[in-house]
């Protein structure tokens, strides 16, 4: 009697709560749009992922299918298909029925993922139209049937496997009730795959893409993990050493990992991931480092006389120079704090990932006394640099501070103070300026010229950025100043539009633009304050009227249109070839052109970054490549 009175209740409790994931699923994902959408295969993925901690799985397969459904296979123990005591029913069941359930039950208990949305299966299944779990154990097959969250058909045998398969099988379609967008991205999937590949040594994932005409596939394991995440992230850079340094350890059950070789660029790229799940706001396992990496350095220096008694102690920021760096650690029950959550704060990691580094980084430097010393000549350069940079900054601050904030004279500014209507183009070479001038709206668009070579800042210390004049320019227009004197409140301008010519020289001066403001004012990219402006490719004339295309692809689709036939076509080389009307209505007018707005998803920081490198490194191979496929590129940028 009371059993069924209980079991009841329960199934009403459940019912509520997976229905609580339908009514608001940005609760559970964060978001229904296309990022919630690849987030359901990686809530699917930890669960294999743990398995592979646990020590008990070697490959995770992942599949699109032809429908954009999605199949997650692995090679693990299978999840548990016995009754649960307490709930009364197979452990299977609970998994997927109740409410951050996942990995809760049975065994060994050391249960690292779950993610910042750590809410695994229970809501991948609410959230998805149809759903069925395979488990392979003891030479049967178990599977178990849902549809929107709610069972079809119980958990069941439906035959029989050798004894030695064992593992789990999860197939589920993206409810398009849910979700704005229901087509899966191969290079999202495979961007976060590989990272999860570099953060869990030895364990493969696998890949495919079974949909028509795109199909592909792709294999990632890394005996070296985070060592061989390292090296990867340094390709098409020069590192100064070849060694990558490693350091691991356990203590207070936190388990810290770190790899780091410097390369000779100067900008820090460290990534930080708490059980593999990227705090891109770091938290205490970075500054455990920090404060380990500039200690350790110092007292090596010092005491092997590479820093005179006389000279001042290297900074963090001067070590840190040109390093690429990943910290990892895993924890069992994680503290987030900051305002999105991602930023660790459990205080214990701070001390584990300090005394782990400390140890470890100070037998590194004693046995590769030449790496030290590569290392300790880059510190000294880059504090020289620093100081000179602060004195070069300090004098501008000084003469604004006398003079007001002067605009740079090429600045054709306009004539509204509304930042959030104004928009500000900023003009490659002489030939442009005259028709961008004339044909802008007076009130809301402003034109800044940039001449000569836009300085490349990845190769650049900041004494010269500091020195460069057109970079200056742009610095003074925008209003916000960089670094630790950035103030977004003190913008100029919403819209900051480049404009260059549509080709191959164009996106290289673009590129080194954006990658100024990547790397001193990112917050403009972050907020969506860049654009890239959009000049078309081809100017079509048909009986007086003007079509303009903006590709090749679009170029074809409008002669299929017009017909061929009695059609002149020209060809735009640059921007200065078109006359004011032409610029204005093409690429200005708001009204007609169309932008590219650049955003910066934070997942894809490693595909950026190398996206900067490859166009403004000193390796010529991989740059020629780059431009003939060009197609990172347009990756990060959104309409
Ligand atoms: F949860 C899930 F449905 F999302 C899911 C879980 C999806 C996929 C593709 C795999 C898995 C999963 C779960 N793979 N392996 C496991 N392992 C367990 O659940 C498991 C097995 C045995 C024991 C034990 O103590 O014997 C414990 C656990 C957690």
Known sequence: MKGSENYGADQIQILEGLEAVRKRPGMYIGTTSSRGLHHLVYEIVDNSVDEALAGYCGEISVTIEPDNSITVED?????????????????????????????????????????????????????????????????????????????????????????????????????????????????????????????????????????????????????????????????????????????????????????????????????????????????????????ALTKTFNDYARQHKLLKDSEPNLSGEDIREGLTGIISVKIEDPQFEGQTKQKLGTSEAQTAVQSIVSEQLTYFLEQNPSVAKIMCEKSILAQRARAAARKARDLTRRKSALEGVGLPGKLVDCSSRDPASCEIFIVEGDSALGPAKEGRNVETQAVL???????????????????????????????????????????????????????????????LMLTFIYNFMPELIRQGHIYLAQPPLFNIQKNKKHYYAYSDEEYQNILREIGAEGTDVSRFKGLGEMDTEELAETTMDPETRTLLRVNMAEDDRAELDLTFTTLMGDQVEPRREFIEQNAKYVNHLDV
């Open 449 to 511: 010229p940039l001449r000569g070579k836009v300085l490349n800042v990845q190769k650049a210390r900041l004494d010269r950025i500091y020195a460069n004049e057109e970079i200056k320019g742009m610095i003074t227009a925008f209003g916000t100043g960089i670094n630790e004197d950035f103030d977004i409140t003190k913008l100029r301008y919403h819209k900051i539009i480049i404009m260059t010519d549509a080709d191959v020289d164009g996106a290289h001066i673009a590129t």
């Open 75 to 291: 090679d693990g123990r299978g999840i548990p298909v016995d009754i649960q005591k307490k709930a009364g029913k197979p452990a299977l069941e609970v998994v997927f029925t109740v409410l951050h359930a996942g990995g809760k039950f049975g065994g060994s208990g050391y249960k690292v993922s779950g993610g910042l949305h750590g809410v695994g299966a229970s809501v991948v299944n609410a959230l998805s139209g149809k759903l069925w779990v395979r488990v392979y154990r003891d030479g049967k097959i178990y599977q178990m049937d849902f549809e929107r969250g709610k069972t079809t058909a119980p958990m069941r045998i439906v035959g029989s496997c050798e004894p030695e398969r064992h593992g789990t099988s999860v197939h589920f379609q993206p409810d398009p009730e849910i979700f704005e967008e229901t087509v899966y991205d191969f290079e999202t999937l495979k961007v976060r795959l590989r990272e999860t590949a570099f953060l869990t040594r030895g364990l493969r994932i696998n890949l495919k893409d079974k949909r028509e005409g795109q199909e592909q596939e792709k294999s990632f394991h890394f005996e070296g993990g985070i060592k061989e995440f390292v090296s990867y992230l340094n390709r098409g850079k020069d590192p100064l050493y070849s060694e990558v340094i490693y350091c691991e350890g356990e203590k207070d059950k936190i388990f810290v990992e770190v790899a780091m070789q410097h390369n000779d660029s100067y900008t820090e790229n460290i990534y930080t991931f708490v059980n593999n799940i990227n705090t891109p706001e770091g938290g205490t396992h970075l500054t455990g480092f920090k404060n």
